[in-house]
Every structure is written in structure tokens, then in C-alpha cells.
């Protein structure tokens, strides 16, 4: 069937509309909207829509730009409160070593302090360190009932999470687990597998503050990524090199920011 | 100023129409833009360098809009679009002949999705593939929400009254 001889459908007059139709259709097209004058005025009624709805939000697009939205006064305003977040952690940091490093830090040559490692990161280590190697019960509920699995997991964290889908990258959900974290929260672990039986978890957690980018961290021979979003905690663990988890952790920072 | 700079502000203009018609309020609509824009100079890596920028921005803004939306749901507050826009213009008696009615007010009647999806192909230009994106959806899915809203904003502008009205009386 070639595109000429298959029938006019919506989409094409949604397409004619809003001039996105393909040349070899304009004809069938126009000789539709002459035989049917009920999709005429249809058409016309979304045509005169379009127009006015442009009109009406066109001076909003031709406003000057206020100062704040400029890319150099966001960037700014996030130094600012990078800057205090470092000052924090320098602050508290220094009170652990008082000694030593005092020296050092008077040369001019301050170590780059790893801003707020939160504790989410080492009890996400420590939770895949427990459960990768067990061999009967790695996980409770399995992939098999992943609808329930995510639905029970967001309902303990009160908040909506999803199960990356990383099978391009070899993983296949085994399934999860909920776990405690510190006080009134909870943490959920997600476990991958390979083929090869690598196996990879992430680590959810709720009430973490701030928002952050994605660090690094490596204990031992576990490989880690973690970042604060939107009050949840994240963390990607597996015994595999930070050049394989990084296109990894790029796809679930994606899929998560998708809301649906 | 620097490349990611010029090439980020260009859309502001797009981002701050977009945001206005979601929340339709001036300064709301700016916070929107603001959040949508520190998130992208945080995540500027992470952009796809062969997809477009505009549609990867847009997503952005649509994905902070419905998170807040969410979230004020959860907290338990009686929210729905309605409250977060100015009050349409008052419903003067339908007229017969395709009445001028503040096209703005019939797109708040819209459920979000139909009304993005408006927004997005028919003020923003996307296509209706990038518009699939934005949206997270399939293309086809994304074609039956633009007649629906399509459909029900014309009978607003036609009766000043939405379909789903119509039904329950």
C-alpha cells in the first residue's frame, strides 16, 4: 500500500493544519476536504485555534527576558550555594583533623573534600555487600510481580519510584527489597542481573535533602554512583568499573526523570 | 558570555510561553522557568548532543510542572489546575456564531496532556514525534490527545461549555 492510496485519516488533518503534511498527501487532502464539509469546518475550526491561541501567547514570548532566568545569574545563585554547602562540610571536616592538616591547608593546597557524602551512600554499599552474594534470597519480591514490587515500594517510601529498565545494557531486574534506613525512613534496593551473573543494585532512600549531581566513589572493589534528587537518594552499586556503570547510571538518571 | 549560555537562553522566550499557558501566572510561570533552567545548566552532560534542545528543555519544564503538581496533591491539598490559574474570564450568555471567548480559559478546561500537547505542536512547533518525547508517549497516543483537545476546545469556543458538561446535564 503506498501512502497515496491509504485513506485520510486524523492525523493527516491535524498534519495539514499545522503545515507538517507530507507533499504527495496535500492532494488527497484538499479533495477530502472538499468532499466532506463536515471535516472542512472541523479542519478550519482547528486552523482558526492554532491562530488565535499564537496571537494571544505571542507577547509573552517577545517580553524581556527578566534577570534572573539569565544563564549567568542561575549559574551564580547555584555557586552560592555550592559554596555554603562547602562551607559546612570544610567546617566540620577541619574539626576532625585539626591537627595535621592545618598545615597543609595554610600552603594553599586544600584537598578537594568529597561535599556531604551522605551516609545513604555507605549503607547502599553495605546493603549490596549483603545481599549480591546470596545465592537463595537475593531479593524479596521477585521481577515476576514487578507491578506489585514498585507499587510497594513507593508506597513504603512515599514517593513514586520505577524500575529502570537496563536491559540494554545487559540487566535484567531480579527484583527488590525494602530495607530500614536511619529513624522514620526506609530504603528500597533494586537488583540487576547479567549474564554473566554481575550483579548490580540500586539503592533508593527517602527523606535526603538538597539536590545534587552524581558523584563516585569506589570501596574496595565496588563501584558506586550516587545523587540526591526531588528528596530521594540514589545509589548504583556493582563490582564493575566506573567506565561500565557510567553510561549505566546516565540511563536510570534519565528514565527517573521521566514522570510517567 | 559562553556557548551553553547563547545557546540555552534562546529557548527562554519558548520556555516562559510554554510555562505562562500551563500555570497562567506571571511570576509562577518564571519560578518554572528558573527550576527548569538550573536543572538544565546541572544536567547540561546529560543532554542528547544530536537531539534538540528546545524539546529536551520543554521536557524538562513539563516534568518540574507536573512533580509540583504531584507533590502539592500529596501533601493533601485540594489542588487541581484550576487553582493554580487566574480565574477565567467571566462566562458571558453563549453566543451563537463562533463566539470570541479567551481561548487561554478553554485550554485550562483541558486535562495537562492535551492541552502540552496543544501547546507543544501548535505554539512551540514541535513535531509530533519530539512532541511524543516531551510527553513520554507514543506517537500514536499523542495523535488521539491533539483531536480530543482539539475537539473539546472547539466545542468550548463554540458553546462556552466543555463535553464533559455537556454530558453530565
Request: proline share 4%.
Amino acid at each position: 500500500m503506498t501512502t497515496r492510496e491509504s485513506p485520510i485519516g486524523e492525523d493527516d488533518l491535524h498534519a495539514y493544519v499545522d503545515g507538517r503534511i507530507l507533499p504527495d498527501r496535500v492532494e488527497a487532502v484538499e479533495a477530502y476536504l472538499k468532499a466532506n464539509p463536515e471535516a472542512a469546518s472541523q479542519g478550519a475550526a482547528w486552523r482558526t485555534q492554532r491562530e488565535t491561541l499564537r496571537d494571544q501567547l505571542a507577547a509573552k514570548a517577545s517580553e524581556p527576558i527578566p534577570a534572573r532566568l539569565r544563564i549567568s545569574n542561575i549559574r551564580a545563585s547555584r555557586r552560592h550555594r555550592q559554596f555554603q554547602q562547602f562551607r559546612l562540610v570544610a567546617a566540620s571536616a577541619l574539626l576532625l583533623v585539626a591537627g595535621g592538616t592545618i598545615g597543609w591547608i595554610a600552603r594553599g593546597d586544600v584537598p578537594t573534600l568529597n561535599p556531604a557524602q551522605p551516609v545513604m551512600v555507605s549503607d547502599a554499599i553495605s546493603a549490596y555487600r549483603t545481599f549480591v552474594v546470596d545465592a537463595t534470597h537475593p531479593v524479596e519480591v521477585k521481577a515476576s510481580e514487578q507491578d506489585h514490587l514498585v507499587q510497594w515500594l513507593s508506597n513504603r517510601l512515599g514517593k513514586p519510584i520505577k524500575a529502570p529498565d537496563l536491559t540494554r545494557f545487559g540487566f535484567r531486574l531480579m527484583g527488590g527489597r525494602l530495607l530500614p534506613a536511619s529513624a522514620d525512613d526506609v530504603a528500597a534496593q533494586l537488583m540487576y542481573d547479567d549474564d554473566r551473573g554481575t550483579r548490580l543494585t540500586l539503592y533508593l532512600r527517602n527523606g535526603e535533602k538538597g539536590e545534587t549531581d552524581y558523584r563516585f566513589l569506589r570501596e574496595g572493589n565496588v563501584s558506586a554512583f550516587y545523587w540526591i534528587d526531588d528528596g530521594l537518594g540514589f545509589a548504583l552499586s556493582a563490582a564493575a568499573s566506573r567506565e561500565r556503570l557510567l553510561p549505566i547510571v546516565e540511563a536510570v538518571y534519565r528514565q527517573i526523570e521521566q514522570p510517567k | 558570555m559562553d556557548e551553553t549560555a547563547i545557546l540555552l537562553e534562546q529557548h527562554i522566550p519558548a520556555l516562559r510561553r510554554y510555562a505562562y499557558a500551563l500555570v497562567r501566572q506571571h511570576d509562577a510561570a518564571d519560578d518554572l522557568v528558573q527550576d527548569c533552567l538550573e536543572r538544565a545548566v546541572r544536567r547540561w552532560h546529560l543532554r542528547h548532543r544530536d537531539g534538540d534542545l528546545k524539546a529536551w528543555l520543554l521536557t524538562i519544564l513539563r516534568n518540574q510542572f507536573i512533580n509540583i503538581y504531584r507533590q502539592k496533591r500529596r501533601r493533601g491539598m485540594h489542588f487541581a489546575l484550576e487553582d493554580i490559574v487566574e480565574p477565567a474570564a467571566s462566562d458571558s450568555a453563549p453566543d451563537s456564531s463562533t463566539a470570541i471567548r479567551d481561548i487561554l480559559a478553554g485550554l485550562d478546561t483541558l486535562p495537562e496532556d492535551q492541552k502540552s500537547v496543544i501547546l507543544l505542536v501548535g505554539v512551540e512547533d514541535l513535531s509530533y514525534d519530539e512532541a511524543a518525547r516531551v510527553l513520554g508517549l507514543p506517537v500514536g497516543t499523542v495523535m488521539s490527545r491533539l483531536s480530543r483537545g482539539r475537539e473539546k476546545l472547539r466545542e468550548y469556543l463554540e458553546t462556552g461549555r466543555t463535553a464533559v458538561l455537556r454530558r453530565v446535564k
